[in-house]
């Protein structure tokens, strides 16, 4: 008998012209990424079952891919089986997850903070169709151990830097706080239980329209004029209306809104920065501010990504600030028709700040548009140990930043 040569649903073969764009998007997503500072880490596709289960994934923790044991470890004889008798293993949903184990593991050997690019397979038993595959690549930035929101503006900053350079224009960066949501779920009556339900629907607005949201928190068997209330409060999109509780602290509002401010200035008009009060993100882990990109032209988001400072806890026993962007990069390669560019080799240079990371990116924004790789790094108490540091990690490069335009040559690679 003829075996099929079709690939499994949800999955696809890549022709050399489409693996060309492939490549070319991933060249530049790359390069941006390490241009910017971050570095490059692999984590393995597979997880204990254990931690993808206790990881907060919101509805992807329905769609988990799960591995049955192995040899000896696979006993199907035992009487009244359950999964934890079958199933140790699975592969990975997305890779925040992957990320805050391996920080757990491996951060004595790290920088702190950790500028983390992942780029890499990642799986979820979707039901297939158009858009949708179970088995699909992302681009992920993340910074772990900046606990101030210098982390949310130069990951705004990069992101949207990033789709410019690969030609996208006009797009929007939604920004919302999921402690501003939380305290308007709160002060409507919502128990603590069900704020997880609420985020999943709200983060399907835009699919399924505010009817659809009803619909589905109604079915969930939240109350409906408490819904209706809910709605109204979130579609509402200018913060000093929002008619906050004392729960949500003026701080949080306040900090939103100098975010958005200071990324709208970053971004030299390629792109918007505005407060979506809808914005949710499905995933439960997220703890603070939330963002997503969407284009005009598409209709759909290419990005999107937050702040979760108790994933890595979990792992450390005590908290540990992180906060991430993921480019979607399958959504982005079917629309991107470009030749094939290969990126060019970058000189190194450490551009070290003290004081806010606005003027820092403002500072080095010239030497990119010139070529150069520009890492921003705060400015260490042992200045001789952190020049130390750089030297062994090959930067050719060290800038003080408002103090001389001169770069010092370090003796790295170049």
């Excluded at 075996?3 to 890549?14: N, R």
């Excluded at 939604?174 to 002060?187: A, P, Y």
């Excluded at 975010?259 to 971004?267: C, D, G, P, Q």
């Excluded at 705060?378 to 408002?402: H, M, N, T």
Aim: net charge neutral.
């Amino acid at each position: 008998m003829r075996l099929k040569a079709s690939p499994i649903k949800g999955t696809k073969d890549y022709l050399p012209e489409e693996m060309a764009v492939r490549d070319y998007v991933q060249n530049i997503i790359l390069e941006s990424y390490r241009q910017n500072g971050f570095q490059r880490i692999s984590t393995p596709i597979l997880e204990a079952i254990e931690r993808l289960d206790k990881s907060e994934g919101g509805e992807n923790l329905s769609l988990i891919f799960k591995i049955l044991k192995r040899g000896a470890k696979l006993v199907l004889e035992q009487p009244m089986l359950a999964e934890s008798d079958l199933v140790d293993y699975g592969l990975r949903y997305d890779l925040t997850l992957p990320l805050a184990r391996y920080y757990a593991n491996n951060r004595h050997l790290l920088r702190t903070p950790f500028k983390a690019i992942q780029m890499g397979k990642v799986f979820r038993a979707e039901q297939p169709q158009k858009g949708r595959l179970r088995e699909f690549y992302q681009c992920d930035i993340d910074i772990i151990g900046d606990e101030s929101f210098d982390a949310e503006q130069e990951l705004i900053f990069v992101a949207g830097d990033t789709l410019s350079k690969l030609g996208f224009c006009d797009f929007v960066v939604k920004v919302n706080d999921r402690r501003i949501l939380r305290s308007v779920v709160d002060s409507i009556g919502f128990g603590e239980s069900e704020f997880s339900d609420v985020c999943i629907s709200i983060d399907k607005l835009d699919k399924i329209g505010v009817e659809g949201v009803k619909k589905e928190l109604g079915e969930k068997g939240l109350n409906l004029n408490s819904i209706e209330k809910l709605i109204e409060i979130l579609t509402n999109n200018k913060l000093g209306e929002l008619g906050l509780p004392s729960s949500c602290e003026f701080k949080i509002v306040e900090s939103l809104n100098r975010v958005i401010k200071a990324a709208n200035e970053l971004s030299d008009g390629k792109f918007k920065v505005v407060y979506d009060g809808t914005l949710a993100r499905g995933m439960g882990y997220y703890t603070g501010m939330v963002f997503e990109v969407v284009t005009p032209q598409w209709g759909f988001s290419i990005a999107g990504g937050g702040r979760y400072d108790n994933m890595i806890g979990r792992f450390l026993g005590e908290k540990t600030s992180a906060v991430g962007f993921s480019i979607g990069f399958e959504r982005i390669t079917s629309i991107i028709q470009e030749s094939l560019l290969c990126p060019k080799e970058k000189i190194s240079i450490a551009a070290i700040y003290e004081g806010d990371v606005f003027n820092a990116i403002k500072e080095t924004t010239t030497r990119k548009q010139q070529g150069y790789s520009v890492t921003l790094l705060k400015k260490s108490k042992k200045i001789g140990k952190q020049l130390a540091r750089l030297k062994e990690e090959g930067f050719d490069y060290v800038w003080f930043l408002g103090e001389t335009s001169e770069l010092k040559p370090l003796g790295g690679t170049c």
